[in-house]
Nanobody
Framework: QVQLVESGGGLVQSGGSLRLSCVAS????????IGWYRQAPGKERESLAS???????RHADSVKGRFTISRDNAKNTAYLHMNRLQPDDTAVYYC????????????WGQGTQVTVSS
């Protein structure tokens, strides 16, 4: 099992930047793929980015070039660097850990609110 805690959200002006963090418990962090998602009111949860245990990344077209996912296995932490934020980026942002050994085992954090003012 793994527990995830997101942090780093807040209120930022349009064009600003934030760095979200996802701190994971457990000693098996390095065998989980980490993903970042967001959900705005009235919208479906949206996948933003993922990073495998080996460091391979993907980013959704909607945020490619603005958001960057990374991880530091020594710190059991994954990050989402968000640049040039816009009001439509306003959402609750969640991290997810999916086991490389068995993808049926996955865990979610509680989310962190990002609000971008115009």
């Amino acid at each position: 099992q793994v527990q995830l805690v997101e942090s780093g959200g807040g209120l930022v002006q349009s064009g600003g930047s934030l760095r979200l963090s996802c701190v994971a418990s457990g000693r098996a962090f390095n065998v989980y793929t980490i993903g970042w998602y967001r959900q705005a009111p009235g919208k479906e949860r949206e996948s933003l980015a993922s990073i495998t245990s080996g460091g391979n990344t993907r980013h959704a077209d909607s945020v490619k070039g603005r958001f960057t996912i990374s991880r530091d296995n020594a710190k059991n932490t994954a990050y989402l660097h968000m640049n040039r934020l816009q009001p439509d980026d306003t959402a609750v942002y969640y991290c997810n850990a999916t086991s490389d050994w068995d993808p049926r085992f996955q865990y979610w954090g509680q989310g962190t609110q990002v609000t971008v003012s115009s």
